[in-house]
């Protein structure tokens, strides 16, 4: 398996937030498992926004109120018989910590009680829910991850980045429609967030180097091209007139067993054989040069990777990262 520890690096890179002087105690801890982790980083992160305040938004409400306050709804008002009551319904904005981002960390944080994370960290998060008393949950297969971010939510960012997560990553949809909680994340959302870890690190650690997640055009000998995939690269770096296409590879096993000899994925081969051939193509004519690496990450229980092959005059490489 992936090391927990490393998973916290990756974030770290993937959200620069986690450098700062507040995470630091998550990155010496121990947590048996990626949701433990997440739940820490989540109380970390909603601490810190709770000493700097809840952010507020302005909602639409419709009440039967005994005082006047915003517009009144007459024709409901009479439907209702609230006039009979004294009482008049009202449309109004109510400036209130019951926003959007708000109740997403609500219905996080309630749904890492019911997992596999310890007492302690249920303990914290119960008293951060305190907070939240205000807040209504969100159903959970219905939430908008398509959210907008401005300069008085930016510290938002990383912690829905962290709910998304965890709610994709803890729920599982049985046959007959149930949901049930999962006590790990999958391996999809992980790879992911290895990808954006990969991009993240290279431009922060090696600002010598262009680093882009660029889109690589088919070698097409005709304009037709229709129906074909876009090949996306996970990352790309270009120094001077070399090219290195990155493509992140996050599996518990990088490599299969056939008659007794461990080989490749030979899918994987077969992408970056792919990207690498059709970006030669744009290329002809130039003197740069493109090569290729699958970029695996490191497991517990798998030697490292450490092979170069040149194939069609092309070197193709593969390795490990953390």
């Not at 003197?287 to 517990?300: C, N």
Request: aromatic fraction near 10%.
């Amino acid at each position: 398996m992936i090391p927990i520890q490393n998973v916290y690096y990756m974030l770290s890179y993937a959200f620069q937030t986690l450098n700062e002087l507040g995470f630091k105690s998550v990155a010496t801890e121990q947590f048996h498992n990626v949701t433990e982790l997440c739940a820490a980083i989540l109380i970390k992160g909603v601490s810190s926004q709770l000493k700097r305040g809840l952010i507020r938004e302005y909602i639409g409400r419709t009440e039967a109120l005994s005082s006047l306050r915003g517009r009144i709804e007459m024709s409901e008002s009479i439907q209702t018989g609230s006039v009979f009551k004294k009482q008049l319904v009202c449309s109004f904005d109510d400036f209130s910590v019951n926003s959007y981002m708000n109740r997403i960390l609500k219905t996080t944080m309630s749904l890492l009680l019911h997992s596999d994370i310890s007492k302690t960290r249920k303990k914290e998060l119960r008293k951060i829910l305190v907070f939240f008393v205000d807040v209504e949950p969100l159903e959970i297969h219905l939430i908008d991850w398509k959210l907008q971010y401005a300069r008085n939510n930016q510290s938002y960012r990383m912690l829905i980045s962290i709910c998304y997560l965890v709610i994709k990553g803890l729920l599982q949809t049985n046959s007959d429609g149930t949901t049930r909680l999962m006590d790990f994340l999958d391996e999809q959302r992980m790879c992911r967030l290895y990808e954006k870890f990969i991009l993240e690190y290279y431009r922060k650690e090696f600002p010598q180097l262009s680093v882009s997640s660029s889109q690589i055009p088919w070698a097409l000998d005709d304009e037709t091209s229709a129906m074909l995939p876009i090949m996306q690269s996970d990352v790309m770096l270009t120094y001077g007139d070399k090219i290195l296409i990155l493509d992140a590879k996050y599996y518990s096993h990088a490599t299969q067993t056939h008659y007794d000899a461990r080989t490749l994925h030979s899918n994987n081969l077969y992408q970056i054989f792919a990207y690498v051939k059709n970006k030669h193509s744009e290329l002809v004519g130039t003197s740069r040069v493109v090569s290729g690496m699958l970029l695996y990450a490191q497991t517990d229980d798998e030697a490292p990777l450490d092979q170069t092959y040149r194939m069609s005059g092309t070197k193709y490489a593969l390795r490990r990262s953390i």
